[in-house]
């Protein structure tokens, strides 16, 4: 073949497709991804609030995970917990996004097909949750449509590639839309593509903060919190004289509200009108209960010191705390329902669907089970419970102090179980004798001369009658207690110590009301709770 031959060929052969660059597609999905999120954000806002994407499938992923999970997360990130599983799914999902938009770029439609998929399980999550609406499925179905139109025109943009200017295209071959030929065609179909996802995840965004404004359920309900004014109680919880030791930097003996520990499986704050909050006591009972919240303001209200402390507490850890609760006991209301001489549980339910098993017994001896409406003399915080929550000293907060409680459930251990008792937690979980050491801090440098050691012991609904410090390895030296509130409260103590230069080892042990001595055998969370006996180190110079 001549050259003039071979020239007329390769002008006669249609012209090859420049190559797609991988960072197109992955940008694709990604913008599709953000576009498709605000959207369904959107959509939750307007039709179904407790059903957004996000919370849904953060809601299922709390809901499969195993205890394992549910400990490293809170020991990692501890209150954050929430705020990081958030951000993980997200980091997923950007992932996946970005897999879709080359499967889109490369192989359509199977992009499409991974963001309508996704948006069905986002739908089927949200339609099995506690309480779903009819439109709980919206926001999610919303989702993955945007989400799958998006990545196609994304898709469809970024395969608008440039024709190298050295190819010749004969007159009757066609190019593909948008498609240019010459020098300098790449930058302005680059720049072309990059506003279009852009604008995409910008539109996403300004979906997400419309939503976010529009929404008006959270700002009616905090309406209503801030005109409730809260009942005289009949009695109140006084603080003794000298029930708080002058050391600074030892923890407040009444945690404020804003400080108190979160931990629940609410990914978004459930949104109770207290003019809908109902009550329902049932089950093995002789009568049904059912209270409304103008009937449980009517009754006589006690003000209770409660200390609260979680399962999932490391020893030395700060997943606990003590507040001043408002509310009406359980065991009237309980006496009002008549539960059956075979009950010996309570199944309690939040409006979110959560459930904890509190021992029947519990909730109608001599302590102060609460429905606690006031935290700290304001009506409860939303994400501690608002309108209406249990308080019940002596107990971890996983089989008793269930927020936004709307069902209580009188049956027996045999019968019914709970969330937690599901994945593997003991059943009645009382909280374990325990102390803390608060000052010195870790690894804080002292100069040597006089010390204080200071902390916090508790065994709720028994009472501390001692706490001991050792210093390295001599012998238990007797700390000074302050007065506690009750036995339902911790009781803060400190120790004078005589520092001298080098590095040290400081121990806590507490001695129950009851003569239980606080156990040195370390033991996980898992099933009911951490054991061991608290330590820090120290440098003095």
């Avoid at 200071?454 to 609904?461: D, E, K, R, T």
Wanted: proline share 8%; hydrophobic share 50%; net charge negative.
């Amino acid at each position: 073949m001549t050259g003039s031959e071979e020239d007329r060929a390769r002008r006669a052969r249609p012209a090859e497709p420049a190559r797609r660059p991988v960072w197109r597609g992955a940008l694709a999905g990604v913008a599709a991804a953000i576009f498709a999120a605000g959207i369904g954000e959107l959509a939750a806002a307007i039709v179904a609030p407790e059903s957004g994407p996000f919370v849904v499938v953060g809601a299922a992923l709390i809901d499969v995970a195993p205890p394992w999970a549910k400990d490293a997360a809170i020991a990692l990130f501890g209150t954050a917990d929430k705020l990081a599983l958030l951000v993980g799914i997200g980091l997923v999902l950007a992932v996946v996004a970005a897999g879709a938009g080359l499967l889109e770029l490369r192989r359509p439609p199977w992009g499409r097909v991974v963001f309508a998929a996704a948006g069905i399980l986002g739908a089927v999550a949200a339609a099995t949750r506690a309480g779903a609406g009819q439109l709980a499925i919206v926001p999610s179905a919303a989702a993955g449509l945007a989400g799958a139109v998006a990545v196609m025109l994304l898709a469809r943009r970024a395969s608008d590639a440039p024709v190298p200017s050295h190819v010749q295209v004969p007159s009757d071959v066609q190019l593909p839309s948008g498609a240019r030929v010459g020098p300098g065609a790449a930058a302005p179909d680059r720049r072309r593509f990059l506003v279009w996802a852009g604008g995409a995840a910008a539109v996403g965004l300004l979906a997400a903060v419309v939503g976010s404004v529009a929404e008006t359920g959270r700002r009616a309900v905090q309406a209503a919190r801030s005109a409730i004014r809260l009942p005289a109680p009949t009695t109140t919880s006084t603080i003794p004289p000298g029930a708080e030791v002058d050391v600074p930097g030892v923890t407040p003996l009444i945690t404020a509200n804003a400080d108190f520990y979160r931990i629940d499986t609410a990914l978004r704050v459930p949104e109770v009108d207290p003019a809908d909050w109902r009550l329902r006591i049932h089950g093995l009972v002789e009568r049904e209960v059912t209270l409304s919240w103008e009937e449980l303001l009517a009754l006589p209200m006690i003000e209770r010191a409660t200390t609260l402390a979680c399962v999932s507490n490391e020893v030395g850890g700060p997943l606990i705390g003590t507040a001043l609760w408002l509310g009406h006991p359980i065991r009237d209301l309980l006496a009002k329902a008549g539960p059956r001489p075979d009950a010996d549980m309570v199944l309690s339910r939040s409006v979110d669907g959560f459930t904890a098993g509190t021992p029947l017994e519990a909730l109608q001896d001599d302590r102060d089970a609460i429905l606690a409406i006031g935290m700290n003399g304001t009506p409860l915080p939303l994400d501690h419970g608002f309108p209406v929550r249990m308080v019940v000293p002596g107990l971890y907060g996983y089989v008793s102090a269930t927020k936004w409680v709307v069902d209580l459930e009188v049956t027996r251990f045999d019968e019914a179980s709970a969330y937690w008792t599901d994945r593997g937690w003991s059943a009645r979980g009382p909280i374990k004798l325990s102390s803390r050491i608060d000052v010195p801090r870790q690894g804080q440098p002292l100069d040597a001369g006089p010390v204080a050691i200071a902390g916090v012991a508790w065994h709720p609904h028994t009472g501390i009658a001692a706490v001991d410090v050792q210093i390295d390895d001599g012998d238990w030296q007797p700390a000074e207690l302050a007065t506690a509130i009750s036995d339902d409260t911790w009781v803060q103590w400190r120790l004078a110590w005589e520092a001298t230069a080098g590095q040290h080892t400081l121990r806590v042990r507490a001695t129950g009301a009851d003569g239980e001595v606080q156990t040195a055998t370390e033991r996980p969370v898992v099933p009911d709770g951490a054991t061991g006996l608290h330590e820090r180190t120290v440098t003095v110079r």
